[in-house]
């Protein structure tokens, strides 16, 4: 596990979490799934990416893998602490214990957001502080 602070915010231990890239990887999720110690995974994507025929490679290995799946496409442009809250919710009510994000950008980064506010609950923003943004200049 990696453990990190960030002031105003309480310590927490995330597992090490995987990337992996390349060509034949998309039938492989299962095992990687299994290495990480997952029974049920959560795959994290948006519309798009889901409806493709690479994608079906995905499902088809976490079924092969005899993993029972949660499938949120909830991703969106920039996401919302509204899309993490309501895909934690989905995640936890669904017993997952993995959170396996395909696609990239947006997706990449809820699905990072969700695994955070899975682990430690949500948080306060992390610089409640802050001064606001000057006006912008005319």
């Known amino acids: 596990?990696?453990?990190?602070?960030?002031?105003?915010?309480q310590t927490c231990a995330l597992p090490i979490s995987r990337i992996v890239?390349?060509?034949?990887?998309?039938s492989d999720v299962?095992?990687?799934?299994?290495?990480?110690?997952?029974?049920r995974p959560m795959v994290v994507t948006d519309p798009v990416?889901?409806?493709?025929?690479?994608?079906?490679?995905?499902t088809d290995s976490l079924k092969t893998s005899k993993l029972p799946y949660t499938l949120y496409?909830?991703?969106?442009?920039?996401?919302?602490?509204?899309?993490i809250d309501r895909a934690c919710?989905?995640?936890?009510?669904?017993g997952c214990d993995?959170?396996?994000?395909?696609?990239?950008?947006?997706?990449?980064?809820?699905?990072?957001y969700e695994a955070l506010t899975a682990v430690v609950g949500p948080q306060p923003a992390l610089a409640p502080n802050m001064p606001p943004a000057p006006a912008p200049a005319k």
């Open 1 to 9: 596990t990696r453990s990190f602070h960030v002031t105003g915010v």
């Open 21 to 26: 890239l390349g060509r034949g990887t998309a």
């Open 30 to 39: 299962g095992a990687y799934v299994r290495q990480l110690g997952g029974e």
């Open 49 to 58: 990416v889901a409806s493709t025929a690479a994608f079906q490679a995905i």
């Open 73 to 83: 496409t909830g991703c969106d442009v920039n996401p919302t602490d509204t899309q």
């Open 89 to 94: 919710a989905i995640y936890k009510a669904e």
């Open 98 to 112: 993995v959170i396996v994000g395909i696609g990239g950008g947006s997706n990449d980064e809820e699905m990072a």
